[in-house]
């Protein structure tokens, strides 16, 4: 009985030592991660060869959440590359989870789950008129400011204020609409031209009457 027992867990562990180990950390660097800006490619390194060299299939190893179009493609047996069609703007959010099935070259299974992410964060400020630093502000300044993504007003309204050398407190803005919007922004339409080649951005539209009146689109302090 004994020598039954032991054979049958020799059988066991012969068993065992046949099966494929799973990796459990696949993927052994990715990027970006994290909040960062001006995004057009997405990079994974595997800790084991995929794919054979100069296998031209194209299959992506990720389930991919993200809003952007794209393509992946293999760099060579370990390395994948995931290339957006365009830069993304900022406010996107884009989520890799590796998918099930998947296997190394050798055979040995991947476990799947593995995830990353990244955000291109809120607006960012790419000109401002007046510029900073310029000593020609007065108490009732307006504002021109060029943005990276199209801003929220309650966004706007809840975090924007003034800083000035000196003063420890915050100097409150309020956004500024209707007439005297257009006006400023016409009366500084070079500004607005610059912006727009620099960064294009779907037309801006005014953003929505609140209905308690006083409040609008640009910003001064």
Known sequence: MARAIAVLAASLVALTLKQPALAQAPVEQFAPQGQTKQVRQVTARFAEPMVPLGDPRQLDPF???CPAAGSGRWVDAR???FDFDEDLPAGLSCRFVLRKG???LTGNPVAPGQSFAFSTGGPAILQSLPYDGDRGIDETQAFLLGLDAPAR?????????CAV???GERIPVKLIEGEQRRRIIESHRQFVEEVARANPQPPARPWPTPRQPGSA?????
């Open 153 to 161: 007003r309650g966004s706007v309204e809840r975090g924007a204020y």
């Open 63 to 65: 389930d991919i959440d």
């Open 165 to 167: 050398e000196g003063i």
């Open 79 to 81: 390395n994948w590359a």
């Open 217 to 221: 689109g640009a910003s001064s302090g």
């Open 102 to 104: 998947l296997a190394t």
